[in-house]
């Protein structure tokens, strides 16, 4: 039967791809990729010729409707986004939500994705969390953080590092300065950096550095 898969993707070392998802993205009819030169990267890698479509933030709203159909239509359709797994921080949602509109099957394979391995290795809580994305750059930014401050679960946050510092000054005005956070940059990637502290020491370690890369900051939450 026809379907819909979501399929993670390596968020940096190309090795990290399940033998699942290789297989499904060589099988199905059609892959929606954010970016089809990035994701032929990927399927180049693995030897794998399905045809690529673009599918992205720009173009979500007016396609879900023929993608849909095509899927109604008899074939199997995988959605793929640059890095991750589609939905998180990326399009995915609003696929998703059509084509269970439409009863149409939805599967979404276990695999990569920024936030979990951030996590773990932040050595702070991981019993209990809550993923916040990326905070909005200006409006509404100081709403969404003050909306935290008695949030008790471990905080996951996806930054830029342009915007690191900034963000990392913001939180502790509103947690405080001695709430323990951790940062990860660049995970599976050759340049992998994990540091802990407080968000004062973060802030003053990364204004410093000009950091590069990908970032995903971790907060632990408010005492009991
Ligand atoms: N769908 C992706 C996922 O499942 O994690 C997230 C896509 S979102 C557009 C991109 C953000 O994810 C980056 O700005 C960064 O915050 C985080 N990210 C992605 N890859 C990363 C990596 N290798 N190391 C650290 N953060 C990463």
Known sequence: ?????????????????????????????????????????????????TPLQSHHMFNEHKSVESISSKILGGQTIALVSDAGTPGISDPGFLLVRTCLEKEIPVETLPGPTALIPALVN??????????????????????????LVDETRTMIFYESPFRLVKTLD???LYFGPDRNASVSRELSKMFEEN?????????????????KGEIVIIVAGKKD
């Not at 409006?139 to 969404?144: A, L, M, P, T």
């Open 1 to 49: 039967m026809s379907k819909l898969f979501l399929i993670p993707t390596p968020i940096g070392n190309l090795k990290d791809i399940t033998f699942r998802a290789v297989e499904i993205l060589g099988s199905v009819d059609l892959i929606l990729a954010e970016d089809t030169r990035q994701t032929r990267k990927l399927l180049n890698h693995y030897n794998i010729s």
């Open 122 to 147: 932040s050595g702070l809580p991981c019993d209990r969390f809550c993923f916040e994305g990326f905070l909005p750059p200006k409006k509404g930014r100081n709403k969404r953080i003050a909306g």
């Open 170 to 172: 913001d939180l502790a």
């Open 195 to 211: 540091i802990r502290g407080t968000l004062t020491f973060l802030s003053e370690y990364y204004a410093t550095k000009s950091p």
